[in-house]
């Protein structure tokens, strides 16, 4: 098949691009940033998914099947720039592929659309509703764009749709948000909480992609490897030092002594687990992560 990729010079897209590659497929990859030494089998084109010339890839380049991972998940862009591009985009994009004929559509979203709270349950099922837009404001962008890649279920019953949330990745690529939190030598956890933290390994997460969009998945889907980990654990595995700090005193810290600067708001997600039962996607797709949780934490043990 000759499967389009949004937003492709991202890390875990790179990963899906080649074990597309190995699995027979052409790729189109569409992004603002160039990709250089890009394998042989994608055709890179330089365009903004929300403009004309992303159109026109739809129009002359025909595909049997897109993956959109042309979301910003980074807080360095303002709110308005990550909602053109998360909402907006995705938008752009599913109308595109509607119009010009994709027959088979994958939404990659993130696990954390469901919200960090302590009124929640443990596991959270598709069925629950994506709270992070009210615990968890700066997100509210991508929780928008989820919810119309859901609508696209009903509004183009035509396209084979699938909305995957995925738990946080880690691997060799040091990219994502939770890599991003444990990038210091010295994690900060906030005093008195221990959260699970869900994970899969990143080469796990490209094949998950892989296998909803061959099997032409329908739905959403969320999407986990091994069994969640303790954030003190996760720390220590991986090399790191937990340190617990106060919570009137967590914003001071925030971004200074050498640790991660995280939003406000964030703070939830750092005393309250947002953990997700994969169960129907594995059912669907018969899914297996290959690595469970020493290998993943070992593949990042070792890096800055």
């Known amino acids: 098949m000759r499967i389009g990729i949004t937003g492709i010079t991202g890390a875990l897209a790179r990963l899906v691009a080649h074990r597309l590659l190995t699995r027979g497929h052409e790729v189109v990859g569409i992004d603002r940033r160039p990709w250089p030494d890009a394998p042989k089998g994608v055709t890179m084109f330089r365009a903004d998914i929300r403009k004309r010339p992303a159109e026109d890839v739809f129009r002359t380049q025909p595909m049997d099947g897109l993956i959109h991972m042309a979301t910003v998940t980074h807080f360095t862009a303002s709110k308005e720039e990550r909602y053109r591009v998360n909402l907006m985009g995705t938008r752009s ?6 119009a010009y004929g994709v027959s088979r559509v994958v939404f990659v979203g ?9 009124d929640q349950p443990l596991y959270r099922t598709e069925a629950e509703p994506p709270l992070a837009g009210a615990t968890f404001p700066d997100l509210a962008d991508l929780v928008a764009a989820d919810l119309f890649a859901g609508s696209a279920l009903w509004r183009f019953p035509e396209l084979s749709t699938s909305v995957l949330r995925i738990v946080y990745t880690l691997g060799p690529s040091q ?9 210091g030598r010295r994690v900060p956890l906030v005093m008195g909480f221990d ?4 994970f899969m390994h990143e080469y796990d997460a490209a094949r998950a992609i ?5 099997g032409g998945l329908r739905g959403v889907y969320n ?7 303790p954030l003190s654990l996760l720390c220590r595995v991986t090399g790191r030092t937990p340190v617990p700090i106060p919570e009137p005193l967590y914003p001071f810290f925030s ?7 995280l939003p406000d708001a964030a703070l939830n ?15 669907a797709t018969n899914f297996e992560a290959e690595y469970d949780e020493v290998a993943t934490l070992e593949a990042v043990r070792h890096l800055p």
């Open 93 to 98: 994009v599913i109308e595109h592929c509607q």
């Open 110 to 118: 993130r696990h954390t659309v469901y919200g960090a709270a302590p």
């Open 175 to 183: 990219r994502g948000t939770l890599h991003n939190f444990l990038r």
């Open 195 to 198: 959260p699970l933290y869900h």
């Open 210 to 214: 892989v296998h909803a969009l061959e």
């Open 223 to 229: 999407v986990a490897g091994p069994a969640p980990t």
């Open 255 to 261: 971004g200074r002594f050498g640790f991660p600067s």
């Open 269 to 283: 997600h750092v005393k309250y687990p947002i953990v997700v039962d994969s169960i129907a996607f594995q059912k």
